[in-house]
């Protein structure tokens, strides 16, 4: 009657170990999964999921009798364990290495830990078909472990060392709640002897889960919450970084001209202005993509200052067939404010600002911005003091976003085309 009660708890505990497993895989965030911890941590759940399905199969079918079926759940339940606390050792090295002034966990760690971890696995399936591997006593049989358990020591040893040694990079709470997973899986090593038939192993893996989850998800929470920031304060950076003090003097100067010469116009210059600053000032909240025609009013905008100060030296042409795709705000404009800075402005008797745009046959989108300015040498580019509103940010931030490339092509003297390509299968399709 005990057997079979033991029998009908160790089953009920380890499905509902296998449930909450479940659940958290399906609930995990997957907009962490860039981070490599969170990686870790998702392969973690899906290893624990599959181990704990395979150990309660085997437990549910252990009273018919070791056949086959069971043979294969055993093995893969045990190696699971194993595969569950390699990952967990590169869960600790990379909460380490996330740190870039920590020392880092040496590089030979998870060698040494896929070693143990293979060579535990061999040996705790061995133990499954012969009475030789099945036990090990130490000295005076005073405390009894399975010999395949040995390695799994190994590893907790390994584990407790990297904790320790790293604690001050870690902070002694998050030191304390990573240790979680060596300490349950001692304590549940030690004392299954005494446990009476009762599993403790997979429920101290379970609950060591249910503790670094969720300090996990806090963490990433914050950190996630930091990334934001970061961008809202790029966005920021962007979007004032274009009212430069020298250009808006510039413009007011010509506006005030106006005022004596040309009255109308500087009241249209007034109202472009005004504009101008109006969506530049919403730019700093927008977190989401925009239309091009969003874009490219921005463009004209821009480019209608532009001409104030400019006048007939800068000729622009626009010819954008294909505008209905999306785009990260503010990332064409600043090609155009090169195009002007760096190709036109040096050129004594001014040029030609060209914006194409064309649906590709593949349904993506291609934008161009030409000049026929005084060019450069595009191995050059980095010396010529482009910044943040420059070539290499539009080139990161469009193949962050809309998974698409950017391209020059330029010679001194010569027009200068730069091509903004957007793919068809990513965020930028609409």
């Not at 070791?66 to 909460?95: E, T």
């Not at 133990?127 to 907790?156: C, H, K, M």
């Not at 010396?383 to 290499?392: D, I, N, P, R, W």
Request: hydrophobic share 45%; aromatic share 10%; net charge negative.
């Amino acid at each position: 009657m005990i057997d079979v009660t033991i029998h009908a708890v160790n089953i009920a505990v380890l499905s509902f170990c296998s449930l909450e497993a479940f659940i958290m895989m399906v609930s995990f965030r997957g907009e962490t999964l860039h981070y490599r911890a969170s990686r870790i941590f998702f392969a973690k759940l899906v290893v624990a999921f599959f181990t704990l399905s395979c150990y309660t199969v085997s437990i549910i079918h252990e009273p018919r009798g070791r056949d086959f079926l069971d043979a294969v759940m055993l093995s893969i339940a045990y190696v699971g364990v194993y595969v569950i606390y390699a990952l967990y050792v590169l869960y600790l090295k990379a909460q380490v290495d996330k740190f870039t002034d920590a020392v880092p966990v040496p590089y030979w760690v998870p060698y040494f830990t896929l070693v143990v971890a293979i060579i535990g696995s061999l040996v705790w399936i061995l133990s499954i078909f012969s009475d030789e591997f099945s036990a090990y006593r130490y000295a005076n049989s005073v405390i009894p472990i399975e010999i395949g358990q040995i390695g799994g020591l190994i590893l907790i040893l390994t584990s407790f060392i990297i904790i320790i040694r790293h604690y001050r990079t870690l902070g002694l709470r998050h030191s304390l709640i990573l240790s979680s997973m060596p300490v349950l899986l001692a304590i549940a090593t030690f004392a299954q002897p005494y446990a009476h038939g009762v599993d403790l192993l997979y429920p101290a893996i379970m609950l060591e889960f249910l503790i670094v989850y969720t300090q996990h998800h806090l963490d990433v929470e914050i950190r996630l919450k930091k990334d934001e920031n970061a961008e809202i304060r790029t966005r920021l950076n962007m979007a004032t970084g274009r009212m430069k003090p020298h250009y808006l003097y510039n413009v007011l100067t010509t506006i005030y001209y106006l005022c004596e010469t040309d009255p109308q116009k500087a009241q249209n210059a007034i109202g472009t202005f005004s504009e101008y600053l109006r969506s530049t000032l919403e730019t700093m909240e927008k977190q989401e993509l925009v239309s091009f025609s969003w874009e490219l009013a921005e463009i004209r905008n821009y480019l209608t200052l532009e001409k104030l100060r400019f006048g007939d030296r800068l000729t622009v042409e626009f010819d954008t067939e294909y505008v209905d795709f999306l785009v990260p705000p503010l990332s064409i404009q600043p090609l155009v404010e090169n195009a002007v800075k760096h190709g036109i402005s040096p050129k004594e008797d001014g040029g030609t600002v060209r914006i194409v745009s064309r649906k590709l046959m593949d349904g993506g989108a291609q934008i161009r911005v030409i000049d026929n300015g005084v060019g450069f040498d595009v191995d050059d580019l980095k010396e010529m003091g482009v910044t943040h509103e420059g070539l290499a940010n539009v080139r990161e931030r469009i193949r962050l976003e809309v998974g698409g490339d950017v391209t020059v092509t330029s010679s001194p003297g010569r027009m200068t085309t730069v091509v903004v390509t957007i793919r068809p299968d990513e965020k930028g399709k609409r």
